[in-house]
């Protein structure tokens, strides 16, 4: 059931990208984020959801008009540099097998970067990338968040498997890195549902940080707390997300 659903989410989802060619940025975002396709247990697991929306990305790319020429700046040159010297390095790499296999990893993600760059420019784009990686991760906060008070954090939190959040450390400081940008949207939004929808998202991620049983999620918990605090109006929200976590 969880394999024909997050199909049908995919291909509806696709299908937007020849009408609005960031949406792929979006979608890919989505998938490397989230890792949907680990919560799945048949043939949506292994599939690869990122490389088809890669390559119909890429598609729309060619055709679109709302494309944008690569921007001339010192930060793209030194990013193109960079990746000249990372190919160079892994060519003469002393186990080139162990660097090569990092290496595809390494332009998979600097094929994301290019598209975001060429697609993603208008400040609604912007917000909306950001809230896709935000939420992406902040799910499994949510979700691990529930899992912790139900549990009274006995049992670890873990992320997705085969991700680069597997890890309770890894998901830890991934989750946390996430509670700033969520009070950014919790500042922005207009409606009282949807400031508390978004209060409670921020305590079920901390909650879940905790659950995950990472000494480094606590000093990060700390510092992350410290820096709302200092730099908040609303330093009662702030409290209470601190709080529950204590």
Known sequence: MRDLLLAGVFILLILQVYKRPYFGVLIMAWIGYMN?????????????????????????LL?????????TTALTKFWIAF?????????????????????????????GILFTILLIRTPHQIKALLAVIVFSIAFYGIKGGFFTIVTGGSYRV??????????????AVALL???????????????KWLKYTLLCSII??????????????????AS????????????VSIAVVFLSSS
């Open 158 to 171: 873990w992320g997705p498997s085969g991700s680069f959040i597997e890890g309770n450390n890894e998901l």
């Open 224 to 235: 992350t707390s410290l820096f709302l605090w200092f730099h908040s109006k609303q330093k």
């Open 177 to 191: 890195m996430t509670v700033p940008f969520i009070y950014f949207f919790f500042t922005e939004a207009k409606q």
């Open 36 to 60: 949907p396709h680990r919560l799945a247990f048949g043939f949506a697991y292994n599939l690869q959801w990122a490389a088809i929306a890669t390559v119909i990305t890429f598609i729309a």
């Open 204 to 221: 079920l991620v901390v909650a879940s940080a905790v659950g995950s049983h990472s000494r480094g999620a606590l000093l990060a918990l």
């Open 63 to 71: 055709v679109t008009k709302e494309r944008e020429p690569l921007p």
């Open 83 to 111: 990746i000249i010297w990372i190919t160079i390095t892994t060519l003469f790499a002393i186990y080139f097998d162990l660097a090569f296999n990092g290496y595809k990893t390494f332009i998979k993600i600097q094929i």
